[in-house]
């Protein structure tokens, strides 16, 4: 099943089924929104499959992905894993940070009350706070008891997501020294306009791992191409390690981290600070500048055949906050 | 007005209004939860305040502050502070992290999808990762926007909490060396049966301070009774360092951190961790065991003349997680 989520000017948006091409939606007329749907999604899937069965046989109205809201426009719980080692290494040739202990996934508690939808402007107090784009994917989980095994964790995934992982990269270092985490560096995620169960992947989500490549543009140039394959751990590890010690709620969102290849310099990054480590590496400087208020990140995944899956971030950075 | 949440089934549970001596307590009749309180407080109040001046003319049925639910059982965010230096001075002791960078309050994200209630079991996997409580403060604020000043932020604070964060020590240094801050070492907080509206203080709410002694027994043994009042930063700058680069959702719970002063060698501790560090500096040695299943910790903030505000956590626990 494929699922979006419109305005209707209520906190949670309203449910829609998209057909498997993209092209059409209507509204889910078993649930009116995916923070219920999620809170007990047993109740609600057969109803909403075979709505989805006809919606693919015919009807509904146009989907326009641009009009969409975070398919969850607030979740009781975001964590962010992050999983893609080349990622972890660069970020510490520019950061500085400490080498991650073996043998643990990386994950911080990010602010769950607000995503963006994929093309709504991205309000930041700042341009002087190092604005950076991080491409994602990530999955919604029904309930996860406490303790659950990897294989436990892998059958509680019920939707795929494509994220924008907002970052201040001026910030983020200070706080990392804390040890406390990130609050003012991890603004609001924007998501993709569609979730997807993972059954809409075919042979490409395999090993709780989404086997496909995420295609990042900075105002309109190719800044990245990279596959999301490589995780150091699956979704299901990084569930199963997210609930070692508390149940995690239905509808909890989690991260892979930003994608990353080992081949970076062939698939370029899907965040500027991971280019500009690279320039580090290579050029002896950082040369690529963070984003300025006007400046646009193009994000999208399609499958191997260029067929639509999440549809496109497309967002652009405005100034926000008080005067 | 003072306001508990009962058990009803529902996830975000039943609101009610209790007296001032909090001995009687009846259903909020203007909203069901206090969840859509917050989301709408300026509607409801006057209705609310009308019940509550009624309540306290006569009427409802008895309060049992042991059956309540944490006030809000669920919330969209937490964000939890380190406003007593002497604290964060004696974390850096035991614990070898950094100093504190200068001029920025310290603050991590922690789970809010689950908030236990003040007398409910504290399931937790394993003695080995160093049970620990933390006796604390909150408030639960209205909306704020992005870059409100600490002035602004203290006309949004609704509610008076008072909070037990549940730690792992074992895992937290751990995860602080990452930077990425707490997952696992930040299982479910728990929360006394009372809310309250910071009028209900009188003057001991000043300077967004809550000016009253936090009592904290272990296994009915007095283990701390430190004051409120000496936080480095108010719950106004707190807000407004949370809310520099994001819009604080209605019904944000933002935390103390654990209640200390500077003179730990006569009030106590509010955490184990902490007398961990003072023996350590003492003695040369941490002698005092983190918690074992079937401990109990009970935390109290009364006024000045002993009336009872929050009620009381009188917490156990348990061993959580699958076999």
């Known amino acids: 099943m494929r699922f979006t989520t419109l305005a209707d000017g209520s906190s949670d948006g309203r449910l829609h089924l998209v057909s498997r091409d993209n092209s059409r939606c209507i509204p889910a007329a078993a649930v009116s929104s995916l923070r219920l749907l999620m809170e ?36 009781w719980q975001w964590l962010d894993g992050s999983a893609y080692d080349s990622h972890g290494a660069l970020m510490q040739k520019v950061f500085g940070a400490d080498p991650n202990p073996e043998g643990r996934p990386l994950m911080y508690q990010g602010m769950s009350h607000c995503f963006l939808g994929g093309a709504q402007d991205v309000p930041l107090p700042s341009e002087d706070d190092g604005i950076d784009f991080e491409g994602e994917f990530g999955v919604i989980c029904d309930s996860v008891p406490m303790g ?13 997501v494509q994220i924008n992982d907002w970052s201040l990269r001026a910030i983020a270092p200070v706080e990392m020294k804390t040890g406390f985490g990130w609050v003012q560096a991890k603004p609001a995620c924007a998501v993709a306009p569609v979730a997807l169960t993972p059954d809409e992947l075919g042979e490409a989500w395999r090993d709780s791992r989404i086997d496909l490549p995420l295609q990042v543009d900075l105002n309109g140039n190719r800044f ?12 299901d590890q990084l569930i199963a390690h997210a609930a070692q010690s508390r149940d995690l709620v239905a509808g909890t969102v989690l991260g892979s981290g930003t994608v990353s290849n080992e081949t970076y310099r062939e698939v370029g990054s899907t965040c500027i600070a991971e280019r500009r480590a690279i320039e580090l590496l290579d050029e002896g400087k950082q040369s690529t500048p963070y984003m300025h208020f006007g400046d646009r990140v193009f994000m999208e995944c399609r499958s191997r055949d260029q067929s639509p899956l999440f549809g496109a971030i497309d967002q652009q950075v405005v100034k926000g906050g008080r005067a």
Chains 1, 2 share one sequence.
Do not use: H, K
């Open 40 to 75: 007990d999604w047993d109740s609600f899937a057969p109803a909403l499959e075979a709505e989805y069965a006809a919606l693919n046989d015919g009807g509904g109205a146009p989907f326009q992905p641009a009009e969409a809201l975070a398919p969850l426009p607030r979740a």
């Open 148 to 160: 659950s095994t990897p294989a436990e964790a892998a059958a509680r995934i019920r939707l795929l």
């Open 224 to 235: 990245g191409l990279a596959e999301g394959y490589p995780m150091s751990y699956g979704f």
